[in-house]
């Protein structure tokens, strides 16, 4: 599939508005107006990419905490966001039960996650066996870290996808640490790619910072899904920029070389120059594009800030299905 | 009526409920062809193919895990697990996942689910292949656990599990499953509705609490015992949680007096919470202290025949535990 122009460039944007929402997260924390933040800069352009290649809001998805830019794709909203940061009633994933970015959006046919790594691979497997059952064309996505692949959670529902054949794409981030332990710590192979191809799927290692790299990577995977000839492992190589999370201080464990290092394959600024170098990008654009992300940015903080938090008695329910209240 | 047998019983409600409706499937190892090695899945899967009926990897979590996801979708699995003390690797899968579903997503999820699994001992199976699981779940809202007890209520129950819109543990006593028959009317549909315990036989002198296998026993050490004078009312309790305090509560203010009998091992086990129920609820009611007989604090049943028998209760020891209420 060739992209458009305006397509290639709307790509550009989403990974903006993540990368800036993002930021502007770690600004609140350091405020002390919100209680914590798992980030996903640096990982922007495997999600875009990854969720450029789905039928948004037809296809499935079983996301993990890093995938802002992909929920964003997914037509997840800043507000949202912002109000899943500060625990507020109206957030969408779970009224303020769960720690922000453990996300759900039924609307998008986003499955809810746990903190648990690597559980939702199983979901993702069965959503897959219930689409083939039904006849149908959907094909879902499971995301996953790589040091998530080490679990016996990943291992069982790669290998049950490979053997019903299943219409689903895991796509791994390995953005080269489990908090502080290295990827060299989880395998002993280069790619979890390769530890695709042991279980009989195919296994595509893919550069996780160009954002069209793994786009056609996905294509093909899905494609191949779509039509019933079964799973694909999308191992995309990238590099987590921030500390693991707002708790974590990553000096205790990397120099600070290795991370400027590493910010030279930022995705945003690959994927600016390769836009800029098909002359896609002008400066003007993109002045423009952040003036629309900030301001999205503020909106979405404000209109958070003054959202009401759920009452404390709405933490009694609901537990069971009967419960659940449509108000 | 006819009379059949538990485990069949439990094959009717799932042929019945395939045929009912078509998102209800069967996954779990040797369910297929070999019908289960319970035999609970016997000729569903030459009737319903293989597509309904699921020869599952050997892999518990992912049992449980891949039927979370499809009843996400719209599904309505029935998980196997082939012996309750295989359900740990699902343990993550059942606790973290089923049962966390419509609390964590503010109800945009559910999980309508059944995982069954055969319990309990006194069948030779040695440490590995008769444990009592139900301690574990009952702990755990979000989740419904059913234990039954008698062929029309485990039709009745099953059926109404798979279609319950949460999640389901159901445990199936093993031992019972061709020694317990009853009658099961074959004309006309069954639902025994999933919460209420059920006073199975009335008395006046004391309560007994059971479930499962134990309620069997039960009954025939409450039969022993009336003909000794001492009248025993059972109760069987068969949705073990959501707990029905209430129909505990109404027996212990009427007779005063409490015996809890499970085979799953005594401390921390579904007794206590029975108890304290009790404790809280009827302490004015009381003619003497809450007893409980239940399997010792060992790690499981063993395997060697005297050894399984001195952990297992039966009619005997309930009966002597009976007398020796009845006699405070
Ligand atoms: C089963 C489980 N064990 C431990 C944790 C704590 N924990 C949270 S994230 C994490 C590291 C995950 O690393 P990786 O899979 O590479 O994903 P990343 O965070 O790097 O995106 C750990 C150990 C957890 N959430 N779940
Ligand atoms: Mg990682």
Sequence with gaps: ?327 | MTEITLVEAIRQAMDEELARDERVFIVGEDVGKRGGVFRATVGLFEKYGEERVIDSPLAELSIVGVGIGAALYGMRPICEIQFADFIYPAFNQIVSEAAKMCYRSNGEWTVPMVIRAPYGGGIGGGLYHSQSVEAFFAHVPGLKVVIPSNPYDAKGLLKSAVRDPNPVIFLEPKKGYRLIRGEVPQDEEILVPIGPARVSRQGSDLSLFAYGMMHYYALQAAQKAAEEGIDVEVVDLRTLYPVDRETILTSVRKTGKALIVHEDNLSGGYGAEVAATIAEGAFTDLDAPVRRLCGPDVPAVPFSHPMQEWFMPNPQKILQAIRELAAF
């Design chain 1, 1 to 327: 599939m060739t992209l458009s122009d305006e397509t290639r460039l709307e790509m550009y944007w989403m990974m903006l508005l993540s990368r800036r929402l993002d930021e502007r997260a770690w600004v609140l924390h350091r405020q002390g107006k919100i209680a914590f933040h798992i980030s996903g800069i640096g990982q922007e352009a495997a999600q875009v990419g990854a969720a450029y290649a789905l039928r948004r809001g037809y296809d499935w998805v079983a996301p993990y905490y890093r995938d802002l830019a992909l929920m964003l794709c997914l037509g997840y909203e800043p507000r949202e966001f912002m109000l899943s940061l500060m625990g507020k009633r109206e957030e969408p994933s779970s009224g303020g039960r769960q720690m922000p970015s453990h996300w759900s959006l039924r609307r998008a046919n986003v499955v809810s996650h746990s903190a648990v790594v690597a559980t939702q691979c199983s979901h993702a497997t069965g959503i897959g066996l219930a689409i083939k059952m039904r006849r149908e064309d959907k094909v879902v996505l499971a995301s996953l870290g790589e040091g998530s692949t080490s679990q016996g959670e990943w291992y069982e529902a790669v290998n049950w996808a490979a053997v019903h054949q299943l219409p689903v794409i895991f796509l791994v981030e390995n953005n080269q640490y489990a908090i502080s332990v290295p990827v060299e710590k989880q395998m002993a192979v280069p790619s979890a790619a390769d530890r695709a191809c042991g279980l009989g799927l195919r296994g595509v290692a893919v550069d996780g910072s160009d954002v069209f790299a793994v786009h056609q990577a996905f294509t093909e995977a899905v494609e191949l899904a779509r039509s019933g000839k079964g799973p694909t492992l999308i191992e995309a190589k990238m590099y987590r920029i921030t500390p693991h999370s707002s708790d974590d201080d990553d000096r205790t464990y990397r120099s600070r070389e290795e991370v400027e290092e590493h910010k030279k394959r930022d995705p945003l600024l690959v994927n600016r120059r390769i836009l800029e170098r098909d002359g896609l990008l002008t400066a003007s654009r993109l002045e423009e594009m952040e003036s629309r992300a900030k301001k999205m940015v503020d909106e979405a903080v404000q209109y958070a800030e003054q959202a009401p938090y759920p009452a404390a008695e709405e933490a009694a329910y609901p537990v069971y299905a009967e419960e659940v209240r449509h108000d």
